[in-house]
């Protein structure tokens, strides 16, 4: 049993002062006065630093000098969650970039090996692709993008647990598909899609639930035809995950979103590529070779390839481009996507039987300690932050 004492707890929905958080056996066994448990277990001083969920990505592609697409394994899971744990990431969903089924059948058999050997932090999969528009392909290799088979189970090979997420475009795989799926209990965002906006309206009708990285890979909104932006921004009920790295979407575009959508519905991701928590800045994705350039992580014709970016950093990101305050930008990368995925019963947030899945941040929101199911980690401050 750990004593987690002398910090201030944000639990997701308020700040606390002068409670401890009673963590065993992996989940939070309770809140109680600050000091009431202090002789009943293993005690962890906080100092004064902020104790909040752990931040829960939904689009991570690789992290720790790997990509998930060239080695779908346990391993390459692990050495991911290692490279984003560090920026307070507990949990994540690996996302495969369009590939072939080969590729896609390996990732779920992966996720299902992960969850069983408790690698930290995996909570399934998120195949992006590869039923998308390849005129809104991005960096996704063309070769890769390809109709959708009469057989959906044969389409998407998912894992016997965790969540499935998919990005399609609704105008290539039909909203009898969308429908397929979402009764299935797949989660359904667009994106990487040319769908006009009514096309995309009906999609929503049909059970898709969300946007894949607003505003980039998908039909713009214009002045007469609103587009899939349009319908995203539009509609009330639905989620957009935004990449808050002021490089593939510009500050004032991100404000927008939150401006427009309702509380809620606007998550961080990062959609972070091998280079973070790595030496190395350069990688191939498919038949292309990409590198950081300032930052991003583009092709050799500019093409931006996934974003150079942990979760705290689109966190700080967040309070800085929306003028929003650290409480609602780090719901926005915790409670908020562990709601999407229907996980906010075990996730976002800190209460009595809750997963252990916490990150403990300074001021500057540099992570200090993450705990997953329990399981704690003390990190190096980065050499900006000494």
Known sequence: MQILTNGRLFDGERLRDDVDVVVADGRIAAIVDAGAGAHDGDVVDLAGHLLAPGLVDLQINGGG??????????????????????????????????????????????VDAA????????????????????????????????????????????????????????????????????????IVFGGHSEATYDEARDALDAGMRGFTHLYNAMSPLTAREPG????????????????????????????????????????LVTDAMPTVGATTTTFKLGDEYVAVRNGACRTDDGTLAGAHLGLNDAVRNAI??????????????????????????ELGYVRPGYR?????????????????DGDMLTHPLPESAR
């Open 65 to 110: 000098g790997v990509l998930f697409n060239d080695s779908p394994d346990v391993e390459t899971l692990r050495r991911i969650g290692e490279a984003h744990r560090a920026h307070g990431t507990t949990a994540f969903l690996p996302t495969l970039i369009s590939d072939d089924n080969a590729h896609m059948r390996a990732a779920a058999a992966a």
């Open 320 to 345: 800085r481009f929306a003028g929003i305050d650290r409480f609602e930008a780090l719901r926005m990368a915790s409670t908020f996507p562990a709601i999407a995925v229907r996980l906010d019963r």
């Open 228 to 267: 899939m932006v349009g319908a995203a921004l539009e509609d009330r009920q639905s989620i957009v995950a935004v990449i808050a790295d002021g490089i593939h979407v510009h500050p004032a575009a991100f404000a927008i979103a939150v401006k427009m959508k309702q509380r809620g519905k606007v998550l």
């Open 115 to 186: 969850i069983a050997e408790r690698v930290p932090g995996v909570l399934g999969v998120h195949f992006e692709g590869p039923y998308l528009n390849v005129a809104r392909r991005g960096a996704h290799p063309a070769k890769n993008i390809r109709p959708l088979p009469r057989d959906i189970e044969r389409a998407f090979p998912r894992p016997a647990n965790g969540v499935t997420l998919v990005t399609v475009a609704p105008e290539c795989v039909g909203l009898d598909v969308i429908r397929q799926l979402s009764r299935q209990g797949v």
């Open 356 to 372: 252990a899945s916490l990150v403990e941040l300074d001021k500057r929101l540099n992570v200090i300690r993450t705990w997953v």
